[in-house]
């Protein structure tokens, strides 16, 4: 604290200079735009599956190289690219993830791609294909996709002599079981920031928090399904049967490893983020599909997973294009995301997995990939995202953490979301109307 | 003629070189102050006044910088989140702010105390946290602050007594100030000890002759003596609080108390980077300078007379 004496101005300098000096508006890789030299494409990409993916591509294009920077996670990759598109240095291609997209679109950083997308379509799923069009054109190419599943604890399970839930209410009964065996254990945790996981469970109950008719919005966050969302885990943090603490912290991680919480209903790709913390563990954990709100339908919503999208910035839209059809439907790069734990976007793609072994989470589970190919196929189709996800996401993190923290309602939080969000839309000038 | 007219001219340019040598001598330290700090406090200022809004029709229609007037400070100014987080502020200020300072002065005047022992190793060990990064510093006390990492809660469980969570609850604010004072204290006591290392010894030879004890002299000479030095750190710290934003950032993660508004930095940092708002961004920022600017002055005003005997 005392030795931070520089006025508040600095800071503030860094980005106006970082904004000051960016009219030239030239792409990155405007050097090798020699007519026939070999091009080089910046690829912004996190994860530990996109170094492969890139150097395989570089195998068997010497035309068009592909340099990859990490620019961090979704949030902040998605920060940075909107902050270096406006200086004018903006990568050429990037990773974004389905729900900040639109975002992206109306930042003017993810580039309409509908002319070089002949027959993609066709590649990947409709859920998933409805994640990158918008108002009938293409802005990406689906690389990664993240339906929702239970990853849990198997052998913990087991020795509890409980079955895996396949509905909320079971999951409940099981939650209830889990706590009264021993005090300390928890099924699961309710994290307050889990902006993502919230909105998957919420889409399976029937949520739609923004729609778009013509060029009017419509912005839901408390409807009905959404609130009887947050009144199920509302009365599970208060009959303390869940954790209500942040995820990934080095507190979740020991409690993990001692086997306290017996699962995470995630995204599919919790498998290789568990086996990030709790390696040891390998073996003990499975994946089932998501418990259900009704017992007749099995559709889940997507939590995370991302597209591969051109910026708006770059000088060789088609070459950036294609890398970013390739990043999406080539079998190479699908071979090497399924090597990684991803589980890819497109239908090959996900044929491929088949061929392949579990996650090294869950070895013992041979039918890993049938069960995420089962689970794939029958996701939500038509799920959109409005034009400030990031804005609702920040609003419901904060509305939700103070929810838990001072013990107010869950369901009020959504609507305190929902009003920041159509302050915010209102004030960039959208129509919006609010339910 | 020309040996007559020759001289003046001579002098006249003599004089005139004279007259142009302070500002070529200005000019590095003008260029750097004019390309770093005032264009870019000119262009904050810009910016604050301008928004990113819809351009055309459409749902996803492209947003461009437009001249929206006072609307980023009204929505500043009426936000109920930028009170609540100087209301924060004020808090960890309160607890960050004396206890470093005291405890910096303490250690200062023992140091100082004749014949002390050890005092080169007690002024590295001191100082030592100061030379910590303030991130690395703030991950270092979250795992001592989370329950199932610390090893304080270990003992406390071994002898019976539950375990404590203080990044919950009222110990939240002592425990995020607790990283600033023990990064602080070392540094603010080095400039006091400097301080009290340039009083003549012959000051503290008179008051002994009259009787004085080590305690008067400390109370009635050393304090008196560095009370500038004292206001100088007494600035920086609260120009410090003003600016917290490492200590609450490294540790929201690890707690659901610490929202992304905790303090008037982080809810900048949200606006600018998060939600892409830049110009609401700026409009806080030149609001939180200003602000900075005028209780500096309050302070310096109430303060200089007595510690630098100005009248």
């Given at each position: ?19 000051a ?14 007519a026939?030299?070999p091009?080089?494409?910046d ?8 170094q ?25 990759s ?58 009938g054109?293409?802005?990406?190419v689906p ?16 020795e509890?002599?409980?079955?895996v ?6 999951f ?83 409690k993990v ?54 910026t ?10 294609e ?113 | ?23 070529l ?44 007037g ?18 924060r ?20 005047l ?12 007690s ?16 991950l ?37 100030a ?58 920086f ?58 209780v ?16």
């Open positions: 604290m005392m030795r931070r004496t520089i006025p508040v101005m600095a800071t503030l300098s860094a980005v106006a200079l970082a904004l000096g960016c009219s030239s508006g030239s792409g990155s890789g405007g050097a090798d735009a020699e026939d030299g091009i080089t494409l690829y912004w990409a996190w994860g530990t599956a996109q492969p993916m890139v150097d395989a591509w570089n195998a068997a294009h010497p035309d068009i190289q592909v340099k990859r920077t990490d620019a961090g996670g979704g949030t902040d998605s920060a940075k690219l909107v902050t270096a598109t406006r200086a004018g240095n903006a990568p050429d291609v990037a990773i974004v993830e389905y729900n900040t997209l639109p975002a992206m679109i109306v930042a003017g950083v993810a580039a309409d791609i509908s002319e070089h997308a002949d027959g993609l379509e066709e590649e990947f799923a409709p859920g998933v294909w409805s994640q990158v069009t918008f108002d054109a293409t802005y990406g690389q990664d996709a993240g339906p929702q599943a239970l990853t849990y604890n198997q052998a913990q399970f087991d509890l002599g409980i079955e839930p396949t509905t909320w209410e079971e409940a009964d099981a939650a209830e079981k889990v706590h009264e065996a021993d005090p300390d254990s928890y099924i699961t945790t309710f994290a307050p920031a889990e902006f993502g996981g919230f909105a998957g469970f919420a889409q399976q109950a029937g949520a739609e928090w923004w729609s778009v008719d013509g060029d009017t919005w419509t912005v839901d966050f408390d409807d009905d399904a959404s609130v009887a969302v947050a009144d199920y885990w509302q009365d599970l943090i208060d009959r303390d049967l869940v954790l209500a603490e942040p995820l990934l912290t080095p507190e979740w991680n020991a490893n001692k086997g306290e919480v017996l699962s995470w209903p995630a995204g599919l790709w919790a498998a290789g983020v568990l086996y990030g913390v709790a390696e040891e563990s390998a073996g003990d954990w499975a994946m089932a599909p998501l418990p259900r709100w009704d017992e007749g339908s099995s559709a889940v919503g997507f939590q995370g997973g991302s597209a591969v999208v051109v708006t910035s770059t000088e060789h839209a088609e070459a950036a294009a890398f970013a059809r390739w990043m999406g439907t080539a079998d190479e790069a699908s071979a090497a995301q399924i090597e990684q734990g991803q589980y890819p976007a497109s239908l090959a793609g996900q044929e491929l997995t088949l061929e392949s072994d579990p996650p090294l989470l869950m070895p013992q589970q041979k039918d890993y990939w049938e069960t995420a190919a089962e689970i794939t196929r029958s996701t939500i189709p038509e799920i959109s995202w409005g034009p400030n996800v990031n804005v609702a996401s920040s609003a419901f993190q904060d509305a939700m953490s103070t929810a838990v923290t001072d013990g107010t309602p869950l369901r009020d939080a959504l609507t305190t979301t929902e009003a920041e969000v159509v302050e915010d839309m209102e004030t960039t000038g959208f129509e919006v109307t609010q339910k | 003629m020309s040996a007559v007219t020759d001289p003046p001219t001579l002098a006249y340019r003599r004089a005139r070189r004279r007259w142009g040598a302070p500002f001598f200005l000019l590095p330290a003008a260029l750097l102050f004019v390309a770093f700090l005032a264009i870019p406090i000119g262009y904050a200022i810009y910016l604050s006044f301008r928004g990113m809004r819809m351009a055309g029709g459409g749902p996803f229609g492209v947003r461009q910088e437009t001249w929206v006072l609307d980023n400070y009204v929505a500043a100014f009426t936000d109920p989140e930028l009170l609540a987080g100087l209301g502020l004020a808090i960890y200020g309160i607890i960050a702010v004396p206890l470093t300072l005291g405890l910096a002065l303490t250690f200062a023992l140091l100082d105390l004749p014949r002390v022992r050890g005092a080169r190793f002024r590295t060990a001191i100082f030592i946290p100061y030379a910590v990064p303030g991130v690395v510093a703030t270092l006390w979250g795992f001592l602050y989370l329950p199932s990492t610390s090893p304080g809660t270990w003992v406390l469980e071994r002898v019976g007594l539950g375990g404590l969570d203080v990044l919950h609850g009222p110990m939240l604010f002592p425990a995020v607790n990283i600033a004072i023990w990064g602080g204290v070392g540094f603010n006591m080095i400039i006091l000890y400097t301080s009290l290392r340039g009083i003549p010894a012959d000051v503290y030879e008179a008051a002994r002759l009259d009787g004085a004890s080590e305690w008067d002299i400390a109370y009635r000479i050393k304090i008196p003596l560095v009370a500038p030095a004292l206001v100088l750190t007494g600035l710290a609260l120009i410090g609080t003003l600016q917290v934003y490492g200590e609450p950032t490294t540790l929201r993660p690890m707690t659901s108390e610490i929202s992304q508004t905790w303090v008037p930095l982080m809810m900048i940092y949200r606006d600018a980077f998060t939600r892409d708002n830049l110009s609401l961004a700026a409009a806080s920022s030149v609001a939180l300078a200003l602000g900075t600017l005028v500096s002055v309050i302070l310096l005003r109430l303060t200089q007379k007595r510690s630098f005997g100005e009248s």
